[in-house]
Every structure is written in C-alpha cells, then in structure tokens.
C-alpha cells in the first residue's frame, strides 16, 4: 500500500515555508487506487519566483482551502501506506510538519524514487524527475504542479517496480528505518559505505566538489551517518542536505588529531557551514612596538592574524601580569614599559639607548622560557597498520606536524626538518598543552 504525494510550496524549508498545492496517487504496488490533489491556501504571500516556476500565484490560492481544513483528509489517505516521493525527505517534512501543527500525530515509512532509481537504474548522469522521466519517455504536461508531478513519478515508480527483480531493492528499501532512506537526495549510499570504523576527519562537498562542512569522528562511519539520522524542518539544514553531492575524508590516530586537523582545515577552508568554529578566537598576545621616540614598548591586545605575539595568553590580564613580572624583574621603569602609560618626563638619548637593552633582555628571557616541545600521538589507520604523528612546538608556537607509518619514531632534529608546516594556532596549542597534562609521557622531548 503506497502514497505517491507531490506538493508545491511557499519556500525551500517546512519550518518557514507553506504547502501551496497537494497531490495524492493511492497505489496498491499492482494498480492506482485513486486520486486526491487540491490547492492550498499557504496563510502568507507567494514569493514571485516561485509563482514563476509554479506558475500558481496569490490569486490563484484565494478561495483554496488552508491546510488545516484538509488535515484530517490527507491524515486518512497517507495512513498505513508506504510514502512514496521524488527526493521523499522534502516532501516528507513539509507533510509531517503541517499535520504536527493540526494537532494529528503521523509518521510513516518513506520510500524515494530518487535513490530506488538509483538501485535499479544505475550509471545515469541524472535523477531528476525532469531528466529522468525524459530518459524513460514518461511524459508530464504539468510539471512543478503537484498533480503533473505526482502522475510522473507514479510512472516511474511502475517502471521500477518492473525492473526490480524479485522486487528485492523495494523490500531492503521498506525494512525498518534504513539508512539509505535518510540520506540527503545526491549523495550515493556508496560514498558513506567507502567510511572507515576510525577516527579522522571528514568533508562534505557539494557538486563542483566544494568543501561546505569539516567535521572531526571518533568513528568516521558512524558519525557521518549521524548527522542524517534526524532531519529537521530548519532552513538551514535543509539547505545544508540539498547541497551535498559527497563525502571525502582524513584518517587520523585518535580523537585528539582528528580536532587538531578540524580546527587547521576549517581555518585553512573556511566551509560555509562551520559557523561556530570559524569566529575569531578571543586570544591575547604581548606585542613588542616602538613608540614615536624610539622606546620600545609592550602592548597586551587580541591577537593579530599576521603579527607574532611574543607569547599568547588566554585572557588580557594573564598578559598584562606577565608583562609586570619582567617590569619588575628588569627593572624597568613602570611607565615606560606599557604603550598605555605615558611618559612623565623628556629622556635623553643615552636613557633611551639604556631602556630599549633593558626591554630587549626581558624580551630574549621571556622567549627563552617559551616551551620547545615534541608530543607524540600513536594509533592505527584504516586497515590496522601502526601510525604515529608527533605535534610540533617551538618557543611557543606551534609549527607543524610530522606523521609516519613507522613507530619507531627519528631523532629529533629529522622531525623539525621533514614535519609538514602549518600556521600557529592557539585553540590547537592549548588542546595540546591539555594533552600532556593528563598524559606526560606523551612528551618525546
């Protein structure tokens, strides 16, 4: 028993958007059952493009009946069927959403005709209904009308139906919630079996092969599959699904790579859809200037993207009390060291000169004490084989990455040099600093 639905809509999204027209094809798998299609009034203004895709219009939806006068009715044909659609997960949610908001409780199996196409048709450069049913000689006089639509892809799903021998495509299809089922309409089920059980990082791209989002795994299998296990209603993630054409992805050795190569990838990407991990860091950094009388002089500010900090800090008092111990140590003039302080009184060139080898020395002292470190990360990739990345730190910064199939590890100096460079990064210094304090041995020098 099968509901072969179409609809036409307000907007991309089931949260924002409205139901402008419904069509039903009840379908018994042998024989059409009947027919249901109405206009629906969608209580807010049409857009005009979609007017000019649809061709329906505010005028046309005048006297059509809101969805909540029709609930009831298509609550009752939909019940007990299998939901058929072209790309099921759009018409799924907009259908699901507006019975929720007439107060009736529904859910069904879902079946899409895009990817049991797919099953049974495979090889096609495309799967659209328009394309597809032009391949097959199914002709629509009415399509993007839900009625014109919705007897198309009643064809093609005979026509699958046909070719599915034994029918062995639909059954794995209909058992239980499947994860194919759930996946956004262009991304082949082969790209999410090519997944590794291991942690890594992974890539969705869109169809010019364009990185729209970076995630870190534990499980690259598992965790790419969960980001489709609840498709919500939201623009954003609807738009999200619609723009994912495939998936790629970085094996690493453990949790703690996979968020280090995260946070350098989306840095070095910038995916659109990483919104909360691209926003600037709230870092600080003690700076070294010269001030219009050639004084050298600290300035504890937010850390700049293209200017060393001679250290890092991770709010703006830890600078400025840093900054006062090597004051004090030095004994350096309170006024003079900080650019915010200004200067008391004229200074000769000699007091200048005597200043500035002063600031210097508490500049090299507090370089000397910036941490050169080398921590070692060990584990397997995909196929079990021993791989090692050791994490690069030198007077502070972090440099780089060296990675090896070999775990017997080389001498230091041979990793600085063949380490693979990366920009500094401080989210990534402190996941690190974090490390070896819950593990020291993890430090090789």
């Known amino acids: 028993m099968f509901a072969i639905v179409d609809i036409e809509t307000s907007g991309g999204n089931a949260a924002t958007g409205a139901i402008t027209e419904i069509a039903i094809v009840l379908h018994s798998g042998t024989e059409v059952e009947g027919r249901y299609s109405t206009l629906v009034h969608p209580q807010q203004p049409i857009p005009r493009y979609i007017t000019a895709l649809t061709g329906i219009s505010d005028f046309m939806v005048a006297d059509a009946p809101s969805f909540q006068d029709i609930a009831e009715q298509v609550h009752r044909l939909l019940s007990g069927r299998v939901f058929v659609a072209h790309n099921v997960n759009f018409d799924y949610s907009f259908i699901f959403h507006q019975l929720q908001m007439a107060g009736l409780a529904w859910q069904a199996k879902k079946l899409c005709t895009v990817r049991y196409a797919r099953k049974v048709l495979p090889g096609r450069s495309s799967y659209s209904l328009g394309n597809?049913?032009?391949?097959?000689?199914?002709?629509?006089?009415?399509?993007?009308?839900?009625?014109?639509?919705?007897?198309?892809?009643?064809?093609?799903?005979?026509?699958?139906?046909?070719?599915?021998?034994?029918?062995?495509?639909?059954?794995?299809?209909?058992?239980?919630?499947?994860?194919?089922?759930?996946?956004?309409?262009?991304?082949?089920?082969?790209?999410?079996?090519?997944?590794?059980?291991?942690?890594?990082?992974?890539?969705?791209?869109?169809?010019?092969?364009?990185?729209?989002?970076?995630?870190?795994?534990?499980?690259?299998?598992?965790?790419?599959?969960?980001?489709?296990?609840?498709?919500?209603?939201?623009?954003?993630?609807?738009?999200?699904?619609?723009?994912?054409?495939?998936?790629?992805?970085?094996?690493?050795?453990?949790?703690?790579?996979?968020?280090?190569?995260?946070?350098?990838?989306?840095?070095?990407?910038?995916?659109?859809?990483?919104?909360?991990?691209?926003?600037?860091?709230?870092?600080?950094?003690?700076?070294?200037?010269?001030?219009?009388?050639?004084?050298?002089?600290?300035?504890?500010?937010?850390?700049?993207?293209?200017?060393?900090?001679?250290?890092?800090?991770?709010?703006?008092?830890?600078?400025?009390?840093?900054?006062?111990?090597?004051?004090?140590?030095?004994?350096?003039?309170?006024?003079l060291f900080f650019a915010t302080a200004p200067a008391s009184r004229p200074l000769t060139a000699k007091e200048v000169k005597q200043h500035n080898r002063k600031m210097q020395q508490a500049i090299d002292h507090l370089r000397s004490q910036l941490p050169d470190l080398l921590i070692a990360d060990t584990g397997h990739d995909e196929v079990g084989q021993p791989l090692s990345v050791v994490y690069v730190i030198e007077q502070g910064r972090f440099t780089g990455i060296y990675q090896t199939a070999d775990s017997n590890l080389p001498a230091a100096d041979i990793i600085r040099a063949q380490k693979q460079l990366l920009p500094d990064n401080d989210y990534v210094k402190a996941l690190l600093y974090r490390h070896v304090q819950m593990k020291p041995d993890a430090i090789i020098q």
């Open 132 to 335: 597809i049913c032009r391949d097959l000689g199914i002709a629509n006089e009415q399509r993007h009308r839900a009625g014109g639509d919705a007897d198309a892809t009643t064809q093609l799903f005979e026509y699958l139906l046909s070719r599915d021998a034994g029918q062995q495509h639909l059954q794995s299809f209909l058992k239980g919630k499947t994860a194919e089922n759930y996946l956004p309409m262009h991304l082949p089920a082969a790209e999410l079996n090519k997944l590794p059980f291991c942690p890594g990082v992974y890539y969705f791209k869109d169809q010019t092969g364009k990185v729209l989002y970076v995630g870190k795994a534990v499980n690259l299998r598992f965790r790419v599959r969960s980001h489709f296990a609840n498709n919500s209603s939201s623009q954003r993630k609807q738009e999200f699904l619609r723009q994912i054409h495939s998936v790629d992805y970085h094996v690493c050795v453990s949790e703690l790579h996979a968020l280090v190569w995260e946070e350098l990838e989306i840095k070095r990407l910038w995916p659109p859809h990483n919104r909360s991990q691209k926003g600037f860091s709230q870092w600080f950094g003690l700076y070294e200037l010269q001030d219009q009388r050639g004084l050298t002089r600290m300035a504890v500010e937010k850390r700049r993207k293209h200017l060393q900090a001679i250290a890092s800090f991770h709010r703006v008092e830890e600078g400025y009390s840093a900054g006062r111990q090597l004051q004090l140590q030095f004994e350096i003039d309170e006024q």
